[in-house]
């Protein structure tokens, strides 16, 4: 596929660049309103208790405090994405440590913090659980007596068997039992994997203000708005329309941003103080109460064979939800769908569990599931592949998808390109070539993403300058889109990109936009862009002619000219003459909704890595990277993505890790939290494959969340490889390789 671009396809630096470093950009902390008062929160310090009493007399009394409320102040109602089991506060009971329970408004963030210590609580203790497999058990507490009266839930909660699960799902293709049957050999392993922070740098935070009229105007780093309006007005109980969300920057995303965190309680803070309420969560709330990824217990079992072909695998995910599921945008997580690889297997059943415990609820970050999965099933394979005495590399060949296949779970796509990954992946690390030491080990997996679905609507508009500024509610979690964005405009128009500006709007301004998340963002805003840029140079065009009396079939766009019968013209000099006859400017829009794709792309890795025998230190000191891809947008920021994506899953192979004991979090800072610095990251090596067709735009497809699925079932391949020892609990440290090479030599 070779297509010459002018704009696309180049790497352009970003629009927004500048007011980042320099601080001009405006982030929601950095919010300030006439009277605006400071809102903070008192949080349960036990994992399940009832609530006795509070008094917050000496609290209201406190000057310069215009607000205490707690769970009997407001209405009882819940919260959630889609799952609405949340309380703004807590009323009766407390399911976690750092629940809400009561909040204060003030003048400074002092005296709130004064106020908080003066309010007055008493607990009764109740029985916890922490362990999802002991919450499924007919005797763990209940920690939802009320579920099947929650808005929300996939199924009726009465058909639910399992103890505090929320959501059961299965997948499932052939006949499982038939499969096992006409196996050869069986295989099983089990694999867990922790609760990992996004560890973006700019906290939550909010700002509300309730008008005269009864209109909220809010200010609230989340980059899906419009699904968080929903929410809110569902909680409020109001019409969504009487709720403006404003725009502001968002410093950091990875899955997130996507919540409403302290949005519901800050506006009735607001309410009740009368005065405008900003709220920002420092770190320790962020760890204590923010939304981490899902802790995951995995169960593989695989029938195969003598030749090592799969023909049966059953899998059973269990994720630890914590003590809510509000903080997912479906209630399960869809994630769980590939824990059966990328592997052509005509005989499949998946089960996944979502379960509440008394720990910190869990949400989304980066490609939600899939991480946690595909490090099982890659570590999997590799367990079977040296029992049977394969190369690795060469088993993944034999079974992986090819044309004409379908999936795992019964789904079918076009251009499956899962052996030649494969196989570039082998020529580019060097496979088969011999280690440097005896301790040194190279690992790989293997995985596919589709891309997300979903509804956005662009405007463009042409002033009578020549300059164009394209209109959406879409927010910039940190990618890089609207400067992509920006390019498209700039290639349908054939104009610089220098000339194209992007202006965030508010929920006011457009019908509706699904907003950041699930690898959508250039699939499912990308074609409104080309849409409304089309539509603006098609009346460009028709204006064009209309001036220049020829017919628009005459009339091209070039170079940044319109090219008449005549010779070409300035695309300014036609916008200044259309804007003088029409006394407004040239404008297009489009919405658009994708459907799901019928391409995925692939992403194959291989780690190679060197143990300290003595220590059970692990080097990571290279990852090679391999993408199937379309059309690279911006080269720049594609391989941004890419090494951003593998740089955090070395993070979640190797040392990132919630440290939980009885519910609370002990990791409440960054000094606590272990995240990669310059000093961890290897050798990054990226091999694109010859663009194919993709679904997005100009052929493209996405990137965003490629890079960082593979990466923990390479390096954990590449250990086992280095130390004969497979490590089957994340992330691997020193002390359990040490441990694992105790247990070998022994």
């Known amino acids: 596929m070779v297509t010459s671009f002018s704009a696309v396809g180049q790497s352009v630096t970003r629009g927004e660049g500048p007011d980042k470093v320099t601080g001009k950009a405006r982030y929601t902390a950095d919010v300030l309103l006439p009277g605006m008062l400071w809102g903070k929160v008192l949080r349960s310090p036990f994992p399940h208790a009832r609530i006795v009493s509070i008094d917050t007399s000496k609290a209201r009394a406190l000057p310069g405090v215009h607000a205490v409320i707690t769970g009997q102040d407001i209405p009882d109602r819940r919260v959630g994405r889609r799952l609405r089991d949340f309380p703004v506060l807590a009323r009766d009971r407390v399911v976690f440590v750092g629940e809400k329970v009561a909040a204060v408004a003030a003048e400074t963030p002092d005296i709130a913090e004064e106020a908080l210590l003066l309010i007055d609580v008493e607990y009764e203790d109740l029985p916890a659980v922490y362990d999802p497999f002991e919450a499924m058990q007919p005797d763990a507490p209940v920690l939802h007596p009320d579920l099947a009266s929650y808005i929300g839930l996939p199924a009726p909660a009465s058909t639910i068997a399992e103890n505090n699960v929320f959501a059961h799902n299965v997948w499932s293709k052939g006949d499982i039992e038939q499969g096992f049957a006409e196996a050869d050999l069986v295989f099983e392993h089990t694999f867990t994997t922790q609760m990992v922070h996004q560890v973006y740098i700019e906290p939550h935070a909010c700002v509300a203000k309730v008008e005269e009229d009864g209109r909220v105007q809010m200010w609230i780093n989340n980059k899906a ?6 929410q809110l007005a569902a909680v409020w109980d109001m019409p969504e329309t009487n709720i403006t969300l404003n725009v502001t920057s968002i410093g950091g995303d990875f899955g997130g941003k996507g919540d409403f965190m302290d949005g519901p309680l800050c506006y009735y803070l607001a309410l009740h103080s009368g005065r405008p309420v900003k709220m920002v969560m420092d770190y320790i709330q962020e760890f204590l109460a923010g939304n981490p990824r899902h802790p995951t217990h ?199 990109v220098s000339q194209v500006e992007y202006l965030t709007q508010n929920t006011d301004a457009v019908p509706f936009d699904s907003g950041s998340g699930g ?222 090479l105790k247990e070998k030599g022994s």
């Open 225 to 230: 708005p419009f699904t968080l309006r929903a």
């Open 298 to 496: 995995i169960t593989i079992k695989s029938g195969l064979k003598k030749d090592g072909t799969l023909v049966a695998r059953q899998a059973r995910v269990v994720f630890n939800s914590g003590a809510s599921g509000a903080f997912k945008p479906g209630v399960f997580i869809r994630g769980a769908d590939h824990v059966c690889g990328d592997y052509n297997i005509p005989h499949t059943r998946i089960d996944s569990y979502m379960v509440y415990t008394n720990t910190v609820p869990c949400g989304h970050m980066r490609s939600p599931g899939k991480p946690q999965v595909i490090y099982a099933v890659e570590a999997h394979t590799d367990m079977i592949a040296r029992e049977l005495g394969i190369d690795p590399y060469q088993f993944r060949l034999q079974n992986s998808l090819r044309e004409g296949d379908s999936s795992p779970i019964g789904e079918d796509y076009e251009h499956i390109r899962a052996t030649e990954c494969l196989e570039r992946a082998a020529e580019a690390s060097n496979w088969n070539t011999p280690k440097a030491g005896p301790y040194v080990g190279r690992g790989m997996a293997i995985s596919d993403l589709p891309q997300g679905t979903g509804e956005s609507t662009a405007k463009v508009v042409l002033d009578a300058d020549g300059k164009a500024t394209l209109m959406m509610s879409l927010l910039d979690t940190g990618t890089g889109a609207h400067t992509i964005f920006r390019q498209m405009v700039a290639e349908v128009l054939t104009i610089p």
């Open 519 to 740: 690898s959508r963002v250039t699939y499912t805003s990308g074609p409104a862009v080309v849409g409304a840029a089309n539509e603006l140079r098609d009346r460009l065009i028709a204006r064009a002619a209309e001036l220049h009396n020829c017919s628009p079939d005459d009339v091209q766009l070039r170079d940044g000219s319109v090219v008449v019968p005549s010779g070409p013209v300035p695309v300014q000099q036609v916008a200044a003459q259309a804007f003088a006859a029409d006394e407004e400017p040239l404008t297009g829009e489009s919405t658009f909704a994708s459907k799901p794709p019928e391409i995925t792309s692939f992403c194959v890795q291989v780690a190679e890595v060197e143990v300290d025998p003595e220590t059970g230190q692990v080097d990571v000191k290279k990852i090679t990277t391999i993408h199937d891809v379309g059309t690279v947008l911006n080269p720049m920021a594609h391989q941004g993505q890419i090494d951003g994506g593998t740089i955090m899953g070395l993070g979640y192979a190797t040392m990132e890790e919630m440290l939980v004991e009885d519910g609370r979090v002990n990791t409440l800072s960054m000094g606590d939290y272990k995240v990669p610095t310059i000093r961890d990251i290897p050798e990054l090596v990226t091999v694109l494959l010859e663009p194919t067709p993709g679904p997005a735009p100009f052929e493209s497809k996405g990137i965003g969340e490629s890079a960082n699925i593979p990466t923990a079932g390479a390096i954990a391949n590449a250990v086992h490889d280095a130390i004969g020892v497979p490590i089957t609990d994340l992330p691997i440290t020193a002390e359990k390789v040490l441990a694992a």
